[in-house]
């Protein structure tokens, strides 16, 4: 039952947003004389909380109870979800979607961390696959019943954000888990699950217990392989319009994507064993591939393949990269800091991308006339990607140890 309450901890993580997207389109109609900044307000200052409080999260979690912290931010994730309904004007809005950015930034760490205490070795890398899947499915699953509820009253889209009662009622059977693992500075235990054995013989430089290069490595790599991603459910709906697809033809693709994003973490152990150490070369270069096909085909099908390339490629960088965050310190009771430090990468590429997009086409096409482009542009910057993955293939970031398998 521990283990289920840890689990539930991951439905939550990647809803917030979700809930508003089908009513923007509709602002003007539901609260008149919305502005444009307002629209950009409640779009980016969610997420742009959620980064410092994901930071404070994994700060916290050295001196504070876990479960504490849990079920504090699971509290302020429900009320933000009950406030929703209360909601009468857009400034309503873009306080309660601040507060949901709160709630959320104090959760996210504690969904990977509580596992990486828990387990060690290959059993922590198929829990963190398994929790990679369950955030991804009840994002896929809580898709198609915003899409749903839309139909009816504005406001139904939010009872999304009442979720979060579910790991707060279950958040008792958290107490389970035995103190040495909440803990794993504790005194006397000795090695575990965020020991590094090794990290005496690191070379490189070791400051309050992170492996610096590593700390930096894996932020870096987690914030491209997040921005190539986030690129297909930001544009595929430009692109596939474009193309004359119909609404259902782009929202049964980005189902697909997610879903291609879900599966490898149920079976992470198995495509690690099969694939090796040419895991992360084999990943990145499906990742370019499909991001391929998206750039130059105008076919639903070949859409549909594209996006299971992409989404597949993804669903195995996440948990693997979310294993590597508990080998970059060298004392065991840090193990969700680190991981803050890499999931903020994740929130920060995601409020990146448009400027990061808009940018290069302004320079390479300022008249906007190729829908395409972000595609074209993320394509190069993939197979570059996958260039340094073939190189680096044995550094700390890309190397698969005989442990994983």
């Not at 104090?106 to 059993?123: K, M």
């Not at 150490?277 to 105008?298: D, E, H, K, P, W």
């Not at 448009?354 to 008249?367: A, E, K, L, R, T």
Request: with cysteine.
């Amino acid at each position: 039952m521990a283990l289920i309450a840890i689990w539930s901890i991951s439905l939550t993580v990647n809803l917030p947003g979700l809930a508003i997207t089908p009513m923007l389109g509709n602002l003007d109609s539901i609260f008149p004389r919305t502005s444009e900044l307002e629209i950009q307000l409640l779009t980016v200052l969610p997420n742009l909380f959620i980064i410092p409080f994901v930071l404070l999260s994994g700060r916290l979690s050295l001196y504070k109870s876990k479960i504490r912290i849990v079920v504090i931010a699971l509290v302020i994730y429900l009320a933000s979800g009950i406030l929703y309904f209360f909601a009468g004007s857009m400034s309503d809005l873009i306080v309660i979607s601040c507060l949901l950015g709160v709630g959320c930034g104090l959760l996210i760490p504690l969904a990977a961390g509580l596992l990486a205490d828990t387990f060690a070795g290959r059993y922590r890398m198929r829990q963190l696959g398994i929790k990679s899947g369950i955030s991804n499915i009840a994002l896929v699953v809580a898709t198609y019943a915003v899409g749903w509820l839309s139909h009816g009253n504005w406001r139904m889209p939010f009872l999304v954000y009442l979720i979060p009662a579910v790991p707060l009622v279950l958040s008792v059977f958290l107490r389970e888990i035995p103190k040495t693992d909440l803990d794993p500075a504790t005194p006397g235990t000795g090695v575990t699950a965020g020991t590094v054995p090794e990290a005496a013989a690191v070379s490189g430089r070791v400051k309050s217990g992170f492996i610096l290069p590593r700390v930096w490595s894996l932020i870096a790599v987690y914030f491209f392989v997040c921005y190539s991603t986030v690129i297909v459910s930001y544009y595929t709906p430009f692109l596939m319009d474009a193309d004359r697809m119909s609404d259902s033809d782009t929202g049964t693709v980005t189902a697909i994507f997610f879903l291609a994003v879900f599966l490898p973490g149920l079976v992470l152990p198995y495509i690690v064993k099969i694939l090796r150490q040419t895991t992360f070369i084999v990943c990145s270069l499906v990742m370019a591939g499909g991001i391929i096909l998206m750039a130059v085909s105008s076919g639903f099908g070949i859409m549909c393949v594209a996006a299971v390339m992409v989404g597949f490629g993804y669903g195995v960088f996440q948990p693997l990269i979310y294993d590597k965050a508990t080998q970059v310190v060298t004392v065991p009771g840090k193990c969700t800091l680190a991981l803050s430090f890499v999931l903020a990468a994740n929130y920060i590429s995601i409020s990146a991308t448009p400027f990061i997009v808009g940018f290069f086409q302004d320079v390479f096409d300022p008249g906007r006339h190729d829908n395409a482009f972000p595609f074209e542009l993320n394509a190069v910057l993939l197979a570059v990607f996958a260039v340094i993955v073939v190189i680096f293939r044995r550094s700390f970031v890309f190397r698969i140890d005989r442990s994983y398998y």
